[in-house]
């Protein structure tokens, strides 16, 4: 599946029409969120993870979707289910974000 590019004027609509949703927030500046787009697609594509959607969100440029998740740090990864808030990570491993997208299974 392809990630979503989100923005704050579309944001809720993604999460109110997804049940699931991973949402990694990222700067442009930030090489740490550049080296792990590639990862991030990778797992959209993964079977395990057919009902999902993976949404992409420029943290700079979003200030109410970054609201949301509380974001901290970047790369920052949010989980949402049902529109709400569940968990989220400040990471650059992929298994810390496989990790937080297993909680939505849970």
């Known amino acids: 599946m392809a990630v ?23 700067a442009d500046w930030c090489g740490s969120c550049r080296l792990f787009a590639p990862k991030f697609k990778r797992m ?9 959607a993976f949404v992409d969100v420029n943290a700079e440029n979003n200030p109410e979707a970054r609201k949301l998740a509380n974001v901290t740090n970047l790369p920052f990864f949010a989980v949402f289910e049902g529109g709400k808030l569940l968990d989220s990570v400040a990471a650059s491993k992929e298994e810390a974000v496989r990790n937080l997208i297993h909680k939505l299974d849970a």
Do not use: G, P, R
């Open 4 to 26: 979503i590019q989100a923005t704050d004027t579309d944001f809720n609509e993604v999460l109110n029409s997804n049940q699931k949703v991973v949402v990694k927030y990222y």
């Open 44 to 52: 959209s594509d993964d079977d395990a993870f057919t009902n999902v």
